[in-house]
């Protein structure tokens, strides 16, 4: 007897199937804002995002101007 077939392989399928859509269902709720059935986030979350990408901008500009090569000695 193999503790691998086909059965404990279906079996193991359908509990992850069923598993992602209960985790997915608890991860909609738990999200503040959501109405059920849309798929817009709420106003906070699009203000996080537009934050996290203006700073993301900001860091690679102002790490981008240190890298400046020193003076050239005049002889």
Known sequence: ????????AVLGWLTWVGAKTVVK???????????EGSKRPNKG???AGVAAVVGVLWF???SSGDAELPPAADE
């Open 45 to 47: 979350a699009i203000a």
């Open 60 to 62: 690679w500009r102002k």
């Open 1 to 8: 007897m193999s503790i691998f077939n086909k059965r404990y």
């Open 25 to 35: 269902h608890k991860a909609r709720q738990a999200v503040p804002g959501m109405v």
